[in-house]
Structures are given as C-alpha cells and as structure tokens.
C-alpha cells in the first residue's frame, strides 16, 4: 500500500474519531494497526499525521491566545465607551421620577443603571488568615509548653499590626494592617493538607480528623495520590490494588 492511499484512509480515521468525540472503537484501532507488511510505509505516514496534527495545535493554541487578547481589548473598549457614556448621559441626560437618569435618541435609548458591588483587600484578608495560621503553627511547635486553647480577637487584631511578609527581592518588609472583629468575623479560609490515609487511622491524625468533622460535618476529603512514591512502593510491597506498573513508550519526533 503506498503512503498516498495510507495517508487518506488515516484522514479518514481520524475523521471518523472526531466524530465520535474522541472515542476510539474497537474496529478503529484494527484499522490503524501496524502489521510487518506495511511497517515501513505505516510508521512514516503515521508520523507525518502527528507532525501535522502537532503543527494544528500549536496553531490553536496560538489562536487561543490571540482571541483571549481580542477579547480583553475589546472589552476594555467597552468599558471605556460605557464610562463615557454613563457621565454624558449624567449630566446631559433626562431624568425618570425615581431619579434615574435616562437618554432617548429616537432609534434607541440608554440609562444608567445604579447598583452595588463589593470590593475585596486581598491584602488584608491574607493578613488575617496568615497570621491566623502563623499563631496556630506556633503554638503546635510548643507542644505540651504551650496550655493555649484558642485566640481572642485582639490577638489577631495586634498581630496584624505587626503582619510581615517579604518583598519581590526577598526583603522582609512590614505591612501593618489595622483590622476590626468585624473584619475577622467576615473572612473566611479554605483549608487543604495533604496526609496518608494510614496516619488519619489512629493517634493524632484520628484524633484531629474526628475534631475536623466534628467541627464542620461538611468537610470533604480529596484523595491524592504522589504516583513517585506509590511506584516505590509498587516495587517493594506485592499486596497494592490501587495501581500498578505497566510499560510505557514515547515516541520521540525531531
């Protein structure tokens, strides 16, 4: 079979996977199998296919960031526009009996809409998660020296104050944050650590397990899994179910 006629019943495959999503059938990984026949001609059809292939994405991909662009730009020119016809219409437009302001140029007509939003000090909002974890990891370092049970808000308030964090040269710098109860009342943190399952079974990873849950029943474990380790373990421990070690190959295409 000649690379022509290969290469056009390969577009037709790979057509025919597009149409199915991605799915690829049992029938069409038969018909894109490499017998010792047509070894030769198949292997460099199939790797001009994935030049190609490779050579559409890096085009998508540049498109992709293209379009993101465009897309920012013109939203920015919609912003802008909008600015300035919200301040024209401010002061040259008419007024509604609810105080609106309106402008009705015959073909169309425009009015200010007047609304809310919140506006977040990530800065802030970081001092005081940070220094919330900070004090809690102190304390954890002290161990049985330290008798501490919780934290009162004035804690957390003083050491905002004295909140420091390093620069983009590494300098540490202090960023005083004046905060209120209310402000800590109002943030809220999102917490995450990574643990073995064995060591949340029994002792203190039980028993802070138990306190997590009963503290907020709502919370939701998310396994994950550091594959270098458990391929470790794969070659030590014979009784693991939950992966296993197959051969891979890479085809490499300069």
């Given at each position: 079979?000649?690379?022509?006629?290969?290469?056009?019943?390969?577009l037709?495959?790979?057509d025919?996977?597009?149409?199915?999503?991605?799915?690829?059938?049992?029938?069409?990984?038969q018909?894109?199998?490499?017998?010792?026949?047509?070894?030769?001609?198949?292997?460099?059809?199939?790797?001009?296919?994935?030049?190609?292939?490779?050579?559409?994405?890096?085009?998508?991909?540049?498109?992709?960031?293209?379009?993101?662009?465009?897309?920012?730009?013109?939203?920015?020119?919609?912003?802008?526009?909008?600015?300035?016809?919200?301040?024209?219409?401010?002061?040259?437009?008419?007024?509604?009996?609810?105080?609106?302001?309106?402008?009705?140029?015959?073909?169309?007509?425009?009015?200010?809409?007047?609304?809310?939003?919140?506006?977040?000090?990530?800065?802030?909002?970081?001092?005081?998660?940070?220094?919330?974890?900070?004090?809690?990891?102190?304390?954890?370092?002290?161990?049985?020296?330290?008798?501490?049970?919780?934290?009162?808000?004035?804690?957390?308030?003083?050491?905002?104050?004295?909140?420091?964090?390093?620069?983009?040269?590494?300098?540490?710098?202090?960023?005083?944050?004046?905060?209120?109860?209310?402000?800590?009342?109002?943030?809220?943190?999102?917490?995450?650590?990574?643990?073995?399952?064995?060591?949340?079974?029994?002792?203190?990873?039980?028993?802070?397990?138990?306190?997590?849950?009963?503290?907020?029943?709502?919370?939701?474990?998310?396994?994950?899994?550091?594959?270098?380790?458990?391929?470790?373990?794969?070659?030590?421990?014979?009784?693991?179910?939950?992966?296993?070690?197959?051969?891979n190959?890479?085809?490499?295409i300069?």
């Amino acid at each position: 079979m000649n690379i022509w006629k290969i290469q056009q019943e390969l577009l037709s495959i790979f057509d025919e996977i597009e149409e199915n999503g991605g799915e690829l059938t049992e029938e069409l990984e038969q018909q894109l199998a490499i017998s010792q026949e047509d070894f030769r001609s198949k292997v460099e059809s199939y790797t001009n296919v994935i030049k190609s292939v490779k050579a559409d994405i890096a085009a998508i991909d540049e498109e992709t960031k293209r379009l993101a662009a465009l897309k920012k730009s013109k939203n920015a020119l919609i912003d802008r526009l909008s600015k300035v016809i919200i301040s024209a219409i401010d002061t040259f437009g008419e007024t509604t009996k609810t105080g609106g302001k309106f402008f009705d140029y015959g073909t169309g007509k425009v009015s200010i809409r007047n609304s809310q939003k919140v506006v977040i000090d990530d800065d802030k909002i970081e001092a005081i998660s940070g220094e919330l974890c900070r004090a809690i990891a102190s304390e954890a370092m002290m161990g049985n020296a330290s008798t501490r049970k919780d934290f009162t808000f004035e804690d957390i308030i003083q050491r905002c104050k004295k909140h420091v964090e390093y620069d983009d040269n590494g300098n540490l710098e202090n960023q005083s944050y004046d905060v209120t109860k209310d402000d800590i009342i109002n943030t809220s943190v999102e917490i995450t650590f990574k643990e073995n399952v064995q060591a949340l079974m029994n002792g203190e990873g039980y028993n802070l397990l138990k306190q997590i849950f009963m503290y907020n029943s709502g919370t939701s474990i998310v396994p994950k899994i550091d594959k270098t380790s458990l391929k470790n373990s794969l070659k030590e421990i014979g009784d693991i179910t939950i992966g296993e070690i197959i051969d891979n190959q890479t085809l490499v295409i300069k």
